[in-house]
């Protein structure tokens, strides 16, 4: 029953990592989407739970063959949702790079992680009452899962994302599962496993052919993964020239004749043979009258370097973080433009682009930003007024910040004013001057001293420059400046007066562009976006009356709406604290990683001393009631994240809140009277929707709309309704 537990745990773990990948590398991976894909998940779970609870005390025989059987094909059903996944694209008829209607998506999603989210939840109640007739605590089975989902999203995160392939680590879950599933059968009085007074007896018969239905299946997948992953990728794209995933996500490179095609998770990057790292890189350039020192965040392999060495600079500083995206460039680019990676002029940073900012040890004559726009709280970082500043601080005199953000040439929706609004009214709260220039996308020249916004002299640098352009002509910047559009971009921008700026702990402004977003396919949700922008704490503490009104009128509701207000409080606050994390230290990889993993490992720990405790019913609800009660310390963590803290701070309050967490449900459980399964079916169901409203509510609108310190304040609420809720 422990490995078992642990099994489960193991799969639902990698599992979930690895289809939220598939599901990001196929749709659109903006925080609305992630936190859909995560709702659904706990969603799923959440009822296989409550169902299995209902059914958790059938006879002992049956029991274990539902647990073997459940087991067994619970790994193999994450390799076969990821071929769902890869065949969505074609399915649905969605070209490579376009994006997916938001009504099928969200039935695609639904449909990807309901097997393995219904199986797993289901499994959980059953293993935890076999646990318990075992004479071992019920809180037990809750810690040996965390120690699964533990090992498995350390092992996946720091070994099994570099070294394997997707289908190749599902085999992995498979190998643990069946077993697991074998164990359990051999637990079955039919199987030939014996305890006798002289030890284990085993039959040759009952031995080798469960063994035989493990090891065949296990390395036949095995072996045939990297062939079926290479397949299947070639269902979404023709003319594949490449494919790897990184841990940032998977990178694609289509090849047709002499162009090649550049896609990250699905979302086109760049192809070579194209103009636009004309504009990108000659504009802010050309704007500035004698560049030499350049810094490029982003757009290094997309031809962006190229252009900026047409110029007579003396240095060039590219920082990108993802190194396989190099790598790939250096494959697949042409060689003359994968050449210009290794110029004398050139040094090439594999960092966190704000960080470098952050720890420059040199100045810059000109910025240029080149990152998609801030669809997730790790993009917005980019476009805050912190980070303006910190741009503006390793400017020379005259330097200049550029970046630009997709818009229309002619018609500007409510949503995309209100968007590109937020971004120039935050630059504008830090640079004194900032110049708009119109087109499919609009692009930002910010400078602490006067722009010269003189097309003439920027058409005669270009020419004394002597650099041979195809699109950015003299010509065409004279067009730039002379257009209607030039005045009427300005005007709608500063009609946009009352949109909120955009900071580090508001990120406002990737709520902005989910609303664009969405509206891009259904328009009627406008009226609803423009409603919850007004969104107050005042609102969420009303709205928390009601469960602790139901917790009153039906007593046996108070522990289960407890655990969980747990499991949302605990999302929300992992998620401010990663976000906090990510504003300071930057995201790469490594480090984000360790704070997801510290947050398992309290999660282990504090299961761990929850399990441990042998209180009764009633002061079990009242240690509840406590854990619940210091929720309420969440409202000064804000205070606590404007100090300059130490990087290990973060890890250390990571693994803190997963402590908590992770006690909660065995205290919980040790609350409950009655039947073992129904109960761990109940609670564990419990816990995983309030998780699943914290991954929907607090990524998409409390942390944007309220801000982290509102947002911390939501969950000492939380923790002050679970409180009432429990304690009498």
């Not at 680590?169 to 164990?183: K, P, R, S």
């Not at 990108?320 to 002029?345: C, F, G, I, K, Q």
């Not at 999302?571 to 704070?595: K, N």
Request: charged share 15%; aromatic share 10%.
């Amino acid at each position: 029953m422990l490995f078992s537990l642990f099994a489960l745990g193991f799969t639902t773990a990698i599992a979930q990592v690895l289809l939220v990948r598939e599901l990001v590398a196929v749709f659109y991976g903006n925080e609305l989407v992630l936190g859909l894909i995560l709702a659904a998940w706990l969603a799923w779970g959440a009822l296989g739970a409550g169902l299995a609870g209902r059914f958790a005390s059938c006879s002992h025989k049956t029991g274990h063959r539902i647990m073997a059987g459940g087991l067994a094909l619970l790994g193999l059903l994450p390799a076969l949702q990821m071929l769902l996944v890869r065949a969505a694209r074609g399915l649905l008829r969605v070209p490579p790079g376009a994006l997916v209607e938001f009504g099928p998506m969200v039935g695609t999603v639904a449909l990807a992680v309901a097997p393995v989210c219904l199986l797993a939840g289901a499994l959980f109640p059953l293993l935890a009452r076999r646990l318990a007739e075992t004479g071992h605590p019920a809180g037990q089975a809750y810690l040996w899962e965390c120690v699964g989902a533990a090992v498995g999203g350390i092992l996946f995160s720091f070994v099994l994302i570099r070294y394997l392939d997707p289908f190749q680590t599902a085999g992995l879950i498979l190998t643990v599962d069946l077993a697991a599933a074998l164990l359990i059968g051999f637990r079955l009085p039919t199987s030939g496993f014996r305890l006798t007074p002289t030890g284990f007896r085993l039959t040759p018969t009952s031995f080798l052919l469960p063994t035989i239905s493990f090891l065949l299946p296990t390395i036949s997948f095995l072996l045939t993964a990297p062939l079926l992953h290479r397949a299947t990728l070639r269902w979404q794209w023709s003319d594949l020239a490449f494919a790897a995933d990184s841990p940032y996500g998977r990178i694609v490179v289509q090849a047709r004749e002499s162009q090649r095609v550049f896609y990250e998770n699905g979302v086109l990057m760049f192809e070579t043979q194209g103009t636009r790292p004309e504009e990108v890189v000659h504009l802010p350039l050309l704007a500035h009258p004698a560049p030499r020192e350049v810094l490029l965040i982003g757009g290094a392999a997309a031809g962006n370097l190229r252009e900026a060495l047409r110029h007579p600079l003396a240095h060039v500083t590219v920082v990108e973080s993802d190194p396989l995206l190099l790598r790939a460039a250096r494959l697949h680019l042409p060689p003359e433009e994968a050449a210009v990676l290794d110029d004398p002029r050139v040094t090439v940073v594999l960092s966190d682009g704000r960080r470098f900012v952050q720890t420059a040890r040199r100045t810059f004559d000109v910025v240029i930003l080149d990152l998609p726009e801030p669809s997730t709280g790790a993009l917005n970082r980019f476009y805050t007024e912190e980070f303006f500043r910190e741009v503006r601080a390793v400017l020379n005199p005259g330097g200049i910040l550029a970046l630009g953000l997709p818009a229309a040439e002619n018609y500007w929706s409510p949503e995309l004013a209100r968007r590109n609004g937020s971004v120039y009214h935050t630059l504008r709260a830090v640079f004194s001057h900032v110049l708009v220039l119109p087109g499919g996308t609009t692009y930002f020249l910010a400078s602490a001293d006067p722009l010269e916004a003189d097309p003439e002299r920027w058409g005669a640098r270009l020419a004394e420059r002597d650099i041979p352009t195809r699109w950015v002509t003299a010509a065409y910047i004279r067009y730039l400046f002379t257009t209607d559009r030039f005045a009427q971009v300005r005007e709608t921008l500063e009609g946009t007066a009352g949109v909120r700026l955009n900071r580090d702990l508001m990120p406002i402004c990737y709520y902005y562009d989910l609303a664009l977003w969405l509206s891009r396919f259904t328009p009627r949700l406008r009226g609803f976006f423009e409603r919850t922008d007004l969104l107050r704490l005042g609102w969420v503490a009303l709205a928390l009356v009601v469960p602790v009104g139901l917790s009153r009128l039906r007593r046996r509701w108070a522990v289960p709406i407890a655990v969980g207000g747990a499991g949302l409080a605990g999302m929300m606050l992992e998620m401010v604290l990663l976000l906090a994390f990510q504003v300071r230290y930057g995201s790469l990889y490594a480090r984000v990683s360790l704070m997801v993993a510290a947050y398992m490992v309290g999660m282990v720990l504090g299961s761990r001393w929850g399990s441990a405790r042998r209180w009764g019913p009633l002061t079990a609800r009242r240690a509840l009631a406590a854990l619940m009660g210091t929720l309420t310390l969440a409202a000064a963590l804000p205070l606590l994240l404007r100090w300059p803290l130490p990087e290990v701070v973060f890890p250390l309050l990571t693994l803190f809140v997963g402590g908590w967490g992770g006690a909660a449900f065995p205290v919980a459980l040790r609350a409950e009277e009655g039947d073992v399964g129904r109960a761990a079916g109940r609670l564990y169901g419990a816990d995983l929707v309030g998780g699943c409203l914290g991954a929907l509510l607090g990524g998409t609108f409390f942390i944007p709309l309220l801000g982290i310190p509102q947002t911390c304040g939501v969950v000492a609420l939380v923790g002050l309704a679970g409180f009432l809720a429990v304690v009498r």
